[in-house]
Structures are given as C-alpha cells and as structure tokens.
C-alpha cells in the first residue's frame, strides 16, 4: 500500500524537490519526502533564517531543475506566485501528506480565532470513544508528522482533525476534507493579504475541499454577514456541500455553566463541536467528553490565584478581538480588584483602535511593552506606561500589583520581536508569575 502513496506522492511533486523553510513543518516535511529515498533525483532544504541551511533564491530552481517547491506556511507565498515558473508546483506539508490519507475521515477547522481551541476540543472529544486520534495541523503537530508514522509503523487514527490556517489554504490543491468547521473571522493578517476580503475570501477555501458539511458560527464576528452577502459566488463551485449554521443559543439544554472551558466564545466553539459530532456520531453521547476538556496552554490559561492575585496567560491572543474577549472574562473574575492588561508584542496591521472602547472600564489599567507599544497606543488612544520588553514590565509591574487583582497577559501583537513563539512568550511570564511565590 506504501508503493501507492509514493506513487501518488511522486506524480505531483516530480524528482527534483526543494523544501523551503525548515520550521516545524518544513522539517516536518522533508523528512516525509525523504522516505521517497532514491525515486528523487535531488531533495534539498532551504531557511534564509537558519544557520545550517543555505537562503533559497528563485534562480535555483532553474539552476537545480527542481519540479516542485514545498513552501512553509509562515512565507508569504506572494513572490513565489509571481516568480516561480508554472513547471514547478508550490506546495505545502498538508497538500504532500494528503496523498497518503486513506480510510481517515477529516475533519477541518479555520478562523481568525478559536481554531486551535476547537480542534483540540474535537480531538478529545473523540478520542474517549476511538484510539489514537490525531488533533494537529497548525496546531503543534504537522498532519505530515501523522502521515510519517503511519507508512513508517503501521500507526493510523480513524480521525483526524486538522487545523488549518489561512496560510495553508491559500496553498491547497490536493487536500479534501469530510467536514469542516469556521469558527470567527475577524480582521487579521493584514500585513500579509492585500485587503480584509482577500483574506476572508481565503479562509472561504475550506468550501470547495469540504466534501460533506461545513459548519459555521453563527455569532463568528463578521462570518455570517460575509457568507450572507458572498453566498451565491461561494457555493457556485460547492453545490453539494451543505453548510451548517450554528449557535450556542440553539442548544437550549446544553450545560455550558458544567464545562471548565469559560467565556461566551468558548461556548461557540462547544457548539460548533457538538454540532459536528452529532451530525458525524449521532449514537454516541458528546456532552460529558465536551465538558471535561480543560483547555490549551496559553489560551486564557489559569496560571494561579498567588497571595490573592490572579494570573491569567493568554499569549496566543494576538487579535483584537481576543484582547476584547480576555478583558471581559477577566473583569468577570474579580469583583472590586484592578485588571492590570499587559499589551504589546509586534503589530501585524491590526485594528488597534478597536481597543479604544478598554478606556471606559475603570477597573482596566493598561501597559504596552515590546516592538509596537507606542503604536498600538497610538492607534488606540489608551493611556497606560510603556516598556521596551515584556521583560522590563513584568519587573516594573511587580510594586504596583496587590490583592484582589488580576494580571492578565493578553497582548494582540505577535511575539517575534522578543521571544521565538507565543508559547516561549506566555512560558516566560508563567515563570515570572511562579517565582513571585
């Protein structure tokens, strides 16, 4: 069975293969290819930002012949589009693993915010009732890291659930998914599509690979008025996917107040989850499962409630609309005491002004740290003190906290310009909040 996935494999990417961009997926990547072994004429591996990797320039793929490119994600595929001549594919780790997917049923999530909470959700959910399931994608474990193991040692899930940025799926040509979820869509990644409908648009490209249903969020931010007002050109291609609205409301008897993820958004994507195992699953029971899952990391994350100060991590949140999210749950938190909400990180052209509305809760004291402090500032109009590094604030912040607070890290910008991941970003201040004990 092997013999056919590569031969799959091989009729798209040709014999002379480059992976560019070595991060998790690339590697990811070039290590499935590389059980291609010998039917590649030339497997070669490019990072402009890596030490031990040589920096990919377009005129190698003439130069070395190559027939296709796998691209990593987080490159902007914009100069590849225009360059790379139409001999050679671009692909990517999830367009390259498809070919090996058989008996799998898929399962799909995308959204400005909420998809990785969701896929985990699902995940779990499933996996009380069916072993090994996989829960990854641009959640942590590239889907080709699942497709590895499975020729290498015989290791498959009768699920996967694959979370899907926009990223990937302006890079898809081969990959289909049985049902599909869209969680929110708001305002991100500006600084890489040209305009807020391109990017929406993008997202959309989950339609036309969705072979059953796609579920989307009623209350997803600004989903339903796009789909509303696109609808007739989306579905154009799409007929015989049915798309599926959903909203918390619907679900009279669902015990939300029971589950220990909290926050109305959570409670969307609890609908969407249930939604989806129950059209999938009908015959088992989802509510229990769907209760008793905790969380990721870094997602309005409980650190500890130290000398009766709470601390909150949401590193991930690197949107508006998860700051808005944050603040309120936060200030539902604590009665009386004061919200300290740490702000900053990189911009990544976003919508800072709509944190503008922060300024009218008194409870709700504001630092900006990092690479954008004086613009998300700026363009928010909030007043608050303004530090150089997470770092800096988080010692300055040390004498102002007291009992009856909450600090809560939820800072909009990205991390790259002080730590190499949210993750190593909102480890850091869980250290910080652990020493103070």
């Given amino acids: 069975m092997s013999e056919v996935f590569f031969d799959r494999l091989l009729d798209v990417t040709g014999t002379r293969v480059a992976v560019v961009g070595m991060g998790r997926s690339g590697t990811s990547s070039y290590r499935l290819l590389s059980l291609l072994g010998d039917r590649l004429e030339k497997l070669d591996a490019y990072d402009d930002g890596l030490p031990n990797y040589p920096k990919f320039d377009f005129e190698l793929i ?32 999830i367009d ?23 896929t985990a959700l699902l995940g779990s959910a499933l996996n009380v009732y069916f072993p090994n399931v996989f829960a990854g994608g641009n959640l942590g474990t590239p889907l080709s890291d699942y497709i590895y193991h ?34 929110y869509l708001l305002p991100n990644h500006l600084e890489r599509y040209a305009s807020l409908e391109e990017y929406y648009r993008v997202k959309f490209q989950l339609l036309p690979i969705t072979r059953h249903q796609l579920f989307l969020n009623k209350r997803g931010g600004d989903l339903l008025s796009f789909w509303m007002q696109h609808q007739a050109e989306l579905t154009s291609e799409s007929e015989k996917t049915k798309v599926v609205l959903v909203d918390p409301a619907d679900l009279k008897d ?11 958004h959570n409670q969307q994507n609890i609908a969407m989850v249930y939604a989806v195992l129950s059209r999938m699953l009908p015959d088992r029971d989802w509510i229990t499962p769907i209760l008793d899952f905790p969380g990721l990391p870094h997602r309005q ?11 909150i991590n949401d590193s991930k949140a690197t949107t508006t ?33 709509r944190l503008s509305s922060l300024g009218q809760l008194p409870r709700v004291k504001i630092y900006f740290f990092g690479e954008a402090r ?4 700026k363009k928010s109009g909030l007043v608050g003190d303004t530090h150089p590094s997470l770092s800096d604030l988080l010692s300055f ?41």
Avoid at 70 to 75: D, E, T, Y
Avoid at 160 to 181: A, G, K, Q
Avoid at 305 to 310: E, V
Avoid at 374 to 377: A, G, R, S, T, W
């Fill in 62 to 93: 003439e130069e070395k012949g190559y027939s296709s490119l796998v691209v990593s994600p987080g490159i902007p595929l914009g100069p590849f589009k225009s360059r790379v001549p139409e001999y050679c594919r671009l692909l990517n780790d």
């Fill in 96 to 118: 390259i693993s498809s070919f090996f997917i058989d008996h799998e049923t898929i399962i799909s999530v995308t959204g400005s915010v909420g998809k990785s909470t969701t």
């Fill in 150 to 183: 499975k020729v290498t040692k015989g290791r498959s899930s009768p699920y996967l659930c694959v979370e899907l940025s926009s990223f990937h799926l302006e890079n898809i040509h081969y990959f289909t998914s049985d049902y599909s979820i869209i969680t």
């Fill in 254 to 264: 669902f015990p939300f107040h029971k589950a220990k993820l909290i926050g109305k």
């Fill in 301 to 311: 994350e409980y650190v500890t409630n130290a000398r009766g100060i709470i601390y």
């Fill in 321 to 353: 609309e998860s700051v808005l999210q944050a603040v309120h749950n936060a200030c539902d938190l604590v009665s009386q005491g004061t919200v300290h909400l740490l702000l900053g990180g990189r911009d990544k052209n976003l919508d800072w002004e």
């Fill in 374 to 377: 004086h613009l998300i500032q």
């Fill in 397 to 437: 912040l040390k004498s102002k906290i007291k009992t009856g607070d909450l600090v809560l890290l939820s800072p909009g910008g990205t991390s790259h310009d002080e730590f190499r991941s949210f993750e190593e970003r909102g480890d850091f201040f869980k250290s910080w909040v652990h020493s103070l004990s």
